[in-house]
């Protein structure tokens, strides 16, 4: 395997809407300094794929409007590197588009697909397992999956469930998919994680690009032949103008739904990295460094007083004061304050559209 | 009694810090649309003289750091009738001043003194309240204060005790007073309004611009001789730099102190026209339109949900959505967002000074 080979895919495209008023349509999360660290969670993904895949290798998949937030943080990517989708059509498109993209310029490219507002504590054990998986790419036809072993019964991920029996012969940390799972109640979760055989799916894939072009032409022909039937202006002055008229006319599908739920030789790498998809902002407290009274503070100048168990997000210049609360949301963001109970978070998008 | 010598002096050099953040010491409350209605509390204490005080007759003394935002905020304003202070001297220097300013100007002048920070709800009785009290000092040596009626045993607010059993023979709503009394503690504040005889003291004076000038001659000369030797540059080029110059010179003391407590002659005329100092977020919580949980709602788009006794207040178009809060101070204001429990609203000082 050739490091010249390996590509990154960073689907970049979401709105974020859980983690309002921080993140809204026009900015979402993905473009946020989130964690309060100088970088956006879409750095911080390109950030630790270093010395995995050079730089000219990573392509971000994003809506046309988020162009220039994408220029402008990260410059060093070439221009030809940002893909614009035209309108929303979920990952199968989205993943499609970039495959036959990359298939153009390098046939022998191993990819990963990654989203860009996760985090991964640990960047270490993350870039070996990614290493790994790249490699296991490289000499074989496998769908690879990360999956992560799941430490709480949640509600709002996917599971994989793996035939941890019979690892493959030629990578022991790899195992047969046994099937994917939707994302389950919570007697159904906790049913999972008593087993130790069912992992959370991360979203982040690997695999060879003729891999994944062989199986979108297998499982999902609709889309290959749109995609094959652009491969002459890929790279060209018309790519763009050609995307805008046949993208719209994919089918709106998860790459999950349209090729993993059907295709064989679909491995998961069971992985540890202190790994979040930072859905909600119970999540990020979660996830972030809290003070004696567990309150996870980001912003640079936040006073409490009398509170615990906060969540208290701002960024900017803003300075903020709190006295006596207690499990609480303050974001204050993009023209907008919002205060509200951790318990009740999943009210938010509704809030965020009244 | 003439129109034209009637004269309004409004001092507007308080730095509002119980307010804090809609007050800073760079944009104290004065300066602020505290209300939401659209004009700051200055404009709207200059607004309840129109017809009976004209333009060119209005007073300001403030701060040197706040002319340009008296500027902006009241252009109609000759630019000379904004008297500067270069230091903060408490009312007595800011009452001389202007009096021996309005003085070489028009000895028969009559005198109204304002704070600049407070509200009355009932602007037409507040206008009889004012006129027959300037109809009574263009007749009479009287210095006379505005008592308001109390409705509760504030300890925050100095009393006027008055004499009810011989009103004036010129105005029977005039009253002699027995005594200034200081922030009482909360049983004698209870003392107080058990009997009918004692009165809230606004700050609001009423008198002859000679009534005034000749109670400094007698019962403070310090600050008397000081304005004295000042007369000749008075309106002219040199006063500001004259008034720098000495200005500093005067004692520290407040008008009640110095002149109120030690005069014969004082009146104080009970009024009731809805008025409040507006000293705390509580009390413009009390003084606001609430909605039917008890929340005052001061901003431009403010949605609550299961909240209850809170006093929101933004300023500009911040959005601003409070979920499961009973109680609390939400103000997002100059930078800085406040959020504290009404019941521990006298730290507030404190925290802004943290």
Excluded at 67 to 77: G, N
Excluded at 93 to 107: G, Q
Excluded at 177 to 192: C, G, I, M, N, Q
Aim: proline share 5%; glycine share 6%; hydrophobic share 40%.
């Amino acid at each position: 395997m050739s490091i010249k080979d390996n590509h990154l895919v960073i689907m970049a495209g979401g709105i974020g809407s859980r983690f309002w008023p921080m993140s809204t349509p026009q900015h979402p999360k993905q473009f946020v300094d989130v964690l309060g660290c100088g970088r956006t969670l879409l750095q911080l993904t390109v950030d630790r794929f270093k010395g995995i895949c050079p730089t000219e290798n990573v392509w971000i998949v994003t809506s046309a409007s988020y162009f220039d937030i994408v220029r402008e943080q990260l410059p060093e990517l070439p221009v030809s590197n940002i893909l614009l989708e035209p309108c929303r059509r979920n990952t199968a498109p989205c993943i499609a588009y970039v495959s036959w993209r990359i298939k153009k310029l390098n046939p022998k490219a191993n990819i990963v697909v990654s989203p860009s507002d996760h985090i991964v504590m640990n960047v270490a054990e993350f870039g070996r397992v990614i290493s790994s998986s790249l490699g296991f790419a490289s000499e074989t036809d496998a769908i690879i999956t990360l999956g992560m072993k799941p430490t709480r019964p949640e509600t709002g991920y996917g599971y994989i469930q793996a035939n941890l029996g019979t690892s493959s012969a030629r990578n022991v940390e790899l195992f047969p998919v046994d099937s994917f799972r939707e994302k389950p109640d919570l007697e159904t979760a906790k049913k999972y994680i008593a087993q130790n055989n069912f992992f959370w799916n991360s979203g982040i894939f690997v695999w060879n690009v003729s891999t994944i072009v062989n199986a979108f032409r297998v499982y999902e022909p609709s889309i290959a032949s749109i995609f094959e039937g652009m491969m002459d202006v890929m790279g060209t002055d018309k790519e763009q103008q050609t995307i805008n008229e046949k993208f719209p006319e994919c089918p709106n599908i998860s790459v999950d739904y349209a090729i993993l739920e059907k295709a064989d030789e679909i491995f998961v790498f069971p992985a540890d990295f202190g790994w979040s998809d930072l859905g909600t902002w119970g999540s990020l407290r979660e996830n972030s460094q809290r003070d004696e009274f567990g309150n996870a503070l980001i912003g640079p100048r936040i006073d409490v007083y009398e509170t615990q168990n906060c969540m208290i997000h701002t960024v900017g210049e803003k300075r903020v004061v709190v006295q006596g609360l207690d499990g609480y949301i303050v974001a204050e963001e993009n023209g907008t304050l919002l205060i509200c109970k951790l318990s009740e978070e999943q009210r938010i998008k509704q809030f965020s559209e009244e």
